[in-house]
């Protein structure tokens, strides 16, 4: 077997709502082959992965895959649930996959599900596939396979690469409360929310964590002074900037005392409880370090707490101890840190709840301070301290007390909080106990010290007592109970007039007073401004509007090649809109018919959160169709159909049952709900329809107007947003036409059958002839496509020119031309096409092939190098011709409608 590529969609995806990596694998000479034409594979395969015996396979039930392979399966199926098995033995817990045909005959993707947050570089996935082969080839070779070694090496990166036990915890609670959760990179840094609600949270610090805190917080001399400002208790000390300052401190303040770092953290570089001078003088050693300073303070008896402060309130506390192992008799301490050390609960820094015991220096001296050794046998029940500070960085373990703090104590540590400036702190004391107020007199109770982004394994997972919930008192410290955590987000998809119905809702909801964020194929906009030049239709785009914390509404235009590629850049949206779904990119991403497409776009309708509006095209059998889906129907949604026509069943069968719809009735656009009527402006208004003559603008423009509507934007905006859409302003290179000498050109992005169709349609209906054309067409489609998109060209236009675009996408020059002329001939024989080498040419060559006056339709790829080519031509954005449409137009009807109604009157039934 070889391993192709692994890919991840990080977002909601067709498999999942999860992330999930896709794995091609080539079988080669294994295709075809099943389990069992190798006699034994199974047996060997299950004894070297005993977990494989749980798995259910399509049999719903534990031992559904050894079944399978004792019937007979193939090896992409059994590698698929190889490397299920391989990534739960590494604590990398997921659950779903699936084996599909893909590409040749010997290729499988196997689609394996991801933990929300990995690293998206798929390097641990890849790893496990690779052993996951690896391990199916040694069993069908004879051998039981032996994964382990290898295994432990990729546990190790899963483990590097993982959310902090803190970070990990905050994530779970804050999609528990519905807030959205991206990670940055592979840092423990979180994005939570949406767009003016974004928020930002590393470990327990939060984007509203005062930095002046954190300095405090960090400089152990200055915080001791603030909070002694404040009246609060602390140890008494000195900073020593020499061995000798340090023991005329140990003089001062009188044995014992604690010798630590200014800027220490952790617990590493602290000496407790030191009474002589050489003791004394090599504390001050270690723990002055590169800075040659330390911290000599007076040693405060009682038990070491950790109080945990969140938004002026204590959220948990617990009482710390030192890392120790107890003897037993008979094992030594080396061997009583190993059996304490296999708790899964332990693991390296702060992967787990607690960290693994240690025999470094400073645990050997304290060793050797109690008579032991690493080769020495403690008595049964005797306790050895490995140190004495109580971290949990350095071993110690933690128990719940959180119930039993009182109020003085607590109103001690929030007091402390509040002096420092910290919305989330730990608090360090040293007290007698945590269930009685604190003791007056000087040294018997202190704040030894306060901890910014202080860690919460000990409260989320207490060695002994109860759990605390803390990560939710931090996001709910940013997401109050009741507050929004969301911005409006409307996701557009379909074939054709995407980009324009974006544009359009998008211009609504900007004058309805929101700072809209919008992603289309031309770019990013925030605000009307474009910050982001890019085909900016896929999920990183959907996430950068998302990420801005100016936006206070999102309009994404959700393209297929995203999803397939990516998943969605989103969860949950508002509303849903799919304006068609028509013949395109048959044959890309294994794509093969139009039933492909849906599912692949569906996904849009199907992630929308419950309640939320999904809009269809009620004209179009297969957009109109995936209200049907289950898992569409799940989500319960409020389905809102448009159509330009009011007789379409499927509309006038929704509106009998009382939902709502969008239509053309008497000329105007109307918004209809059950029998009432509510006009909204003519038809013939739409500024870019062409008076109404281009249908599918006035398509586009009920769709834009049902999903504005479902975000409760007033109708008379909507209308004033269309008629002041104007497209060169607001919808560049769709339907725009420009003036070069006396001839109109209309630039436009149609390129499949159904927009070149469409397209046609406007320029014969709107100026009575077809004229010339010149056009490209993308390379990634298939030669079927590109023949029949020339066919529809070739119905309207009986003289084009055919360029070929600078990005070939794969094919070799001429290609394009040549297949593109082929579906012209097929469709009219006597069609004049000339063959260009560039868009210049091409445009120059239908100029001189048009008569005066005659229109000429280009066709393009990429906006800019038309924009630059017409300027240089000395074309100017013009209008359509003055009259209009013929009478036959949508528009006609509307204009002579206009006087008799404003927009947003509410009308009966229709007659």
């Known amino acids: 077997m070889r391993l192709d590529h692994v890919r991840r969609l990080g977002g909601p995806n067709v498999y999942l709502s999860r992330p999930v990596a896709i794995a091609r694998l080539d079988l080669q000479g294994l295709a075809g082959h099943e389990t069992t034409d ?62 599909v045909r893909a590409g040749g005959p010997a290729d499988y993707d196997l689609i394996l599900e991801c933990p929300r947050d990995e690293p998206e570089d798929c390097a641990v996935v890849e790893r496990l596939v690779a052993l996951a082969m690896r391990t199916v080839e040694d069993a069908l070779a004879g051998r039981v396979p032996d994964p382990s070694a290898e295994l432990a090496a990729v546990a190790a990166e899963h483990e590097a690469g993982r959310l902090g036990v803190s970070t990990a915890a905050l994530a779970r609670a804050a999609r528990r409360r519905g807030v959205p959760v991206r990670r940055v990179g592979g840092l423990n840094l979180l994005r939570l929310g949406y767009g003016r609600y974004r928020r930002t949270v590393w470990a327990a610090m939060t984007d509203a964590t005062s930095a002046i805190g954190m300095e405090v917080a960090g400089d152990k001399r200055l915080a001791h002074r603030i909070l002694a400002d404040a009246g609060l208790p602390v140890p008494e000390g000195r900073v020593a900037a020499s061995p000798a300052e340090a023991l005329r401190a140990l003089r001062d303040l009188g044995a014992p005392v604690v010798v630590k770092p200014l800027a220490g953290h952790q617990g590493e570089g602290v000496h407790i409880e030191l009474t002589s001078p050489a003791e004394v003088v090599e504390a001050f050693a270690s723990a002055a370090g590169e800075e040659r300073e330390a911290l000599v303070e007076a040693y405060v008896p009682g038990k070491d707490y950790r109080v945990l402060v969140v938004g002026g309130r204590v959220s948990a506390a617990a009482e710390l101890t030192a890392a120790s192992v107890t003897g037993d008799g008979s094992a030594t301490v080396a061997a009583l840190v190993e059996r304490v050390n296999a708790d899964p609960a332990r693991g390296e820094g702060h992967d787990r709840p607690l960290t693994r015991l240690a025999l470094g220096p400073a645990e050997l001296a304290m060793l050797a301070r109690q008579g032991h050794g690493p080769g020495s046998v403690p008595a049964a029940g005797e306790r050895v301290w490995l140190r004495r500070n109580a971290n949990l960085s350095t071993g110690g373990t933690g128990r719940d007390v959180t119930g039993d703090v009182h109020p003085d104590v607590a109103d001690l540590c929030v007091r402390a909080a509040a002096a420092v400036g910290m919305d989330v702190c730990g608090i360090d004391l040293r007290l007698p106990a945590v269930d009685a107020p604190p003791p007056a007199e000087r040294g018997a109770a202190a704040i030894l010290e306060v901890n910014a982004a202080p860690g919460l394994r000990m409260h989320l997972a207490p060695h002994e007592g109860t759990p605390r919930d803390v990560a939710g008192d931090i996001v709910d410290l940013m997401y109050p109970p009741g507050t929004p955590s969301r911005v409006p987000v409307v996701s557009v998809t379909g074939t054709n007039g995407k980009t324009t119905t974006v544009r359009m809702i998008a211009r609504m909801l900007e004058l309805d007073g929101l700072r809209t964020g919008m992603t289309t194929t031309e770019g990013v906009h925030v605000g009307g401004r474009l910050v982001h030049l890019s085909d900016a239709s ?8 998302l990420g801005d914390r100016t936006v206070e509404a999102a309009v994404l235009e959700t393209a297929r090649g995203g999803i397939v590629r990516r998943g969605l850049g989103y969860e949950r949206a508002d509303v849903a809109v799919v304006t068609n779904i028509t013949r395109d990119h048959l044959g890309v991403d294994d794509t093969e018919d139009l039933e492909d ?12 959160r419950r309640g939320g509006h999904v809009v269809l095209n009620a004209a179009d059998p297969v957009a109109a169709g995936l209200a049907r889906r289950p898992a569409v129907r799940d989500r319960d949604p409020v389905l809102r159909y448009f159509s330009t026509s009011p007789g379409e069943p499927v509309l006038v069968e929704h509106l009998r049952e009382g939902g709502v719809g969008y239509c053309v009735v008497d000329g105007w656009l109307t918004e209809a709900h059950g029998d009432r009527r509510t006009r909204i402006l003519p038809a013939g208004e739409v500024a870019g329809s062409f008076g109404g003559a281009a249908v599918h603008v006035v398509a586009n423009a009920l769709a834009a107007v049902a999903a504005a509507r479902a975000l409760h934007v007033p109708v008379a905006v909507a209308a004033r ?39 046609g349609a406007l320029v014969e209906r709107y100026w009575g002839a077809g004229g010339v054309a010149a056009v490209t067409l993308p390379g990634d489609r298939s030669d079927d496509l590109v023949r029949e998109t020339a066919r529809a060209l070739a119905r309207t236009f009986g003289r084009v020119v055919v360029y070929e675009d600078e990005d070939l996408r794969g094919r070799r020059s001429g290609e394009m031309t040549r297949l593109i002329a082929e579906g012209l001939r097929e469709a009219r024989p006597d069609v004049r096409h000339h063959p260009a080498g560039d868009l210049k040419g091409a445009v120059t060559s239908a100029l001189d092939m048009a008569g005066p006056g005659e229109p000429v339709l280009l066709l393009y790829e990429k906006l800019q190098p038309v924009a630059e080519l017409l300027e240089t031509l000395g074309a100017r954005p013009g209008d359509p011709p003055p009259g209009g449409p013929p009478p036959s137009g949508p528009g006609d009807t509307a204009r002579a409608s206009r006087a008799q109604a404003p927009d947003g009157q509410v009308m009966g039934s229709p007659t």
């Open 721 to 759: 947003a269309l008629r002041t859409f104007e497209p060169h302003a607001h919808n560049p290179g769709r339907g725009c036409v420009y003036r070069v000498g006396g001839n109109p050109v209309v630039v436009d992005y149609a390129h499949n059958p159904a927009a070149v169709a469409a397209m």
């Open 38 to 99: 190798h006699p034994g594979f199974a047996g060997r395969l299950a004894a070297a992965l005993p977990g494989l015996a749980t798995h259910h396979c399509a049999a719903g039930r534990p031992g559904g895959l050894l079944d399978a392979m004792a019937r007979g399966t193939y090896f992409g199926h059994v590698t698929e649930h190889v490397t299920l098995e391989l990534s739960g033995l590494i604590g990398r817990e997921v659950f779903f996959g699936r084996t």
């Open 597 to 608: 497409l849906a599912d692949i776009k569906a996904l849009v309708a199907e992630e929308i």
């Open 538 to 545: 896929g999920p990183r785009s959907a996430e950068m509007v």
